[in-house]
């Protein structure tokens, strides 16, 4: 059973946020996959289904961004599902607009989301995809350029990193991750 986390805020307010690019991703997997996130439990919103003959698990917390492992660890926990089939999907502002890096594990980096994933699991080895954001103009302070929505001259490299991710998530489900990194890394 493979589980793959978008990272985000509920609420309309932050739908179409760079902080929410994780639910963004999520949400187009969702559809590509034909499923609808659609059960609520784990202080999250997930769906279930079966690719490869294997199970999926789709999830995006409801916990804000702060506190996303408080959702992810429970429903790993209650699936019994082991570490190393997490795939986590998350803003990063040191990567620009249209970017997107594969890891197999890493730090935080300053991401309140992954710290309180990395908090909660007690490791920092788990799959990742961050996706650029940029950083913010000066004068504009973090936690109000992650909450702000994409300009609208980055309209299309956002649909086409989020493309690309999903394309990554899919690749995933049939090859190794390693393989899936030496493809997007590139």
């Not at 995006?60 to 992810?72: F, Q, R, V």
């Not at 998350?90 to 730090?107: A, C, E, M, N, T």
Request: with cysteine; glycine share 10%; charged share 25%.
């Amino acid at each position: 059973m493979k589980l793959i986390v978008g990272l985000g805020n509920p609420g309309l307010s932050y739908k179409k946020t760079r902080h929410n690019i994780g639910f963004m991703i999520v949400d187009e997997l969702a559809n590509r996959l034909g499923t609808k996130l659609s059960e609520k439990k784990f202080n999250g919103i997930y769906s279930i289904i079966h690719k490869n003959g294997e199970k999926v698990i789709l999830l995006k917390p409801l916990t804000y961004m702060n506190l996303s492992g408080e959702s992810i660890r429970p429903l790993m926990d209650y699936y019994d599902i082991p570490v190393e089939d997490l795939l986590v999907i998350y803003d990063d502002l040191d990567l620009p607009v249209g970017k997107i890096r594969l890891r197999q594990k890493g730090s935080a980096g300053g991401h309140n989301g992954i710290k309180s994933t990395i908090a909660n699991l007690g490791t920092q080895e788990f799959k990742r995809i961050r996706v650029g954001i940029d950083r913010p103009p000066i004068g504009v302070t973090v936690p109000d350029y992650v909450l702000s929505n994409f300009r609208k001259e980055e309209k299309d490299d956002i649909q086409s990193v989020i493309e690309k991710c999903v394309d990554a998530c899919e690749e995933w489900l049939e090859k190794p991750f390693l393989e899936v990194m030496n493809h997007f890394n590139g």
